[in-house]
């Protein structure tokens, strides 16, 4: 999914449900190793799963990056 929003890029990607990249972040709502919460520039999303990790974090791009075993967004 890719999309331009107030001039960035929103992209999701999702590696064998086990690492996964999103741009298009405003800020980290939320987290611990069983959800983590995010707040993008289309709105909430929330990634479920165990042993959950944020392994790069970078607010003024809007970057995130996770890991652990991804079981659903919403």
Not at 37 to 62: P, Q
């Amino acid at each position: 999914m890719e999309e331009k929003l107030n001039g960035r890029l929103h992209k999701l990607v999702i590696q064998n449900r086990s690492v996964g990249s999103i741009t298009g972040l405003a800020d980290v709502v939320s987290f611990d190793e069983n959800a983590i919460v995010l707040d993008t520039d289309m709105g909430l999303l929330t990634i479920r799963g165990k042993e959950l990790h944020v392994s790069r974090l970078t607010l003024h791009k809007g970057e995130v990056e996770v890991d652990g075993t991804i079981a659903s967004l919403t």
